[in-house]
């Protein structure tokens, strides 16, 4: 019996083992194991499992022009968003028949190419990209060799792909109707540093446009580093610029979190000051009186990625224009967004 330790088992030794041959060895873990007697099928297996052989994947891919892997590119892994889509792309590939290599490139472009360069080694047959902001000359040497491409959550410009993620222009809009007909009139809007990431520039500008759609409405943007200190400050000075009843919209679970610790540092009741976040996350409904959020569908955008990467996959609409699918998030009411006693400017339905 070979040393197991310190190499593996080779399909000529399975062979020898079971006393079979090569082809046959090969048809058994090549998805042909109809055309082998049930006699022949049990010796392969029994004799696999003695030597511990495990079918080398990426040399089949490479035989077969199929390697069954999908990769993925995750912006920031530590994002609860990231995790819970890849769930959804994980699910999706395990009932089609994949399997899933994921990358994190902690939003940096170096990171982002290294890992891209790595993911095509493996001869994944498609991707679903959380990109870092930019196209690199990685992505568009893929896209022109005609590798199946989804962009998740985050577009980019003048680079022609698939895509799937929240409609972030509907999400602000729902945001700022709900806090509008709860009453509150002056709004604050937080987002991590816009720079090049698509959903943050989308809600970010779409804010700006209903403020100056709606007269009635007054409010603010700001977009720094989530330390403690610099988000404490902007709300305070907010609050004292501000009239009343005032909110605080949140871009994402991030914002929602440091948001939340700055109003408690300054001893505001949630309610007092309004509280809406984009992104449900657990402890949300745990923080008394409970924050308002907007949902994001994460685990059916996860699976829309991998079903725009299947029919791009089967060759059916190998011309097909690239098709972006939006998806509307879900509001979650809670005592955040309730302003305290019943004499303040509701609107009625």
């Not at 990171?111 to 870092?132: D, F, K």
């Not at 568009?140 to 409609?167: I, K, N, S, T, Y």
């Amino acid at each position: 019996m070979p040393d197991r330790s310190t190499r593996h088992a080779t399909i000529l030794e399975v062979a020898r083992e079971a006393g079979a041959s090569k082809t046959s060895v090969s048809r058994y873990f090549g998805g042909e194991r109809e055309r082998l007697s049930p006699a022949l099928r049990q010796r392969i297996g029994e004799a696999a499992r003695r030597l511990g052989y495990r079918p080398n994947q990426i040399a089949r891919g490479l035989k077969g022009g199929r390697s069954r892997l999908l990769g993925m590119l995750v912006a920031d892994i530590r994002n609860p968003y990231s995790i819970a889509v890849m769930h959804g792309v994980e699910q999706a590939c395990r009932e089609h028949g994949y399997s899933l290599l994921v990358a994190n490139t902690d939003n940096d472009p170096v990171q982002e190419r290294t890992h891209l360069s790595l993911l095509a080694s493996y001869r994944v047959e498609g991707l679903v990209i959380n990109a870092a902001g930019h196209p690199t000359h990685e992505l568009q040497a893929m896209a022109e060799q005609g590798l199946p491409l989804v962009l998740l959550d985050r577009w980019l410009e003048a680079f022609g792909a698939d895509g799937v993620g929240l409609d972030n222009a509907l999400a602000v809009d729902m945001a700022i109707d709900h806090l509008r007909a709860q009453g509150y009139r002056h709004l604050l809007f937080l987002s991590q540093p816009v720079g090049l990431a698509s959903p943050r520039q989308q809600r970010w500008q779409r804010f700006e446009q209903r403020l100056s759609e709606e007269p009635i409405l007054h409010g603010e943007r700001h977009d720094p580093a989530l330390d403690g200190s610099a988000v404490r400050a902007i709300i305070e000075a907010f609050l004292a610029r501000a009239g009343r009843p005032a909110a605080v919209l949140c871009a994402n679970g991030n914002v929602t979190l440091a948001a939340t610790r700055a109003l408690q540092a300054l001893g505001i009741r949630l309610g007092e000051v309004g509280l809406l976040g984009i992104d449900e996350l657990d402890w949300c409904s745990l923080v008394p009186p409970g924050i308002t959020t907007l949902a994001q569908p994460t685990e059916t955008i996860g699976r829309a990625a991998v079903q725009q990467l299947l029919v791009r996959l089967d060759g059916s609409e190998p011309a097909a224009p690239p098709r972006h699918a939006l998806f509307p998030p879900t509001l979650i009411e809670r005592g955040s967004t309730r302003l305290p006693g019943p004499d303040h400017d509701k609107e009625t339905p």
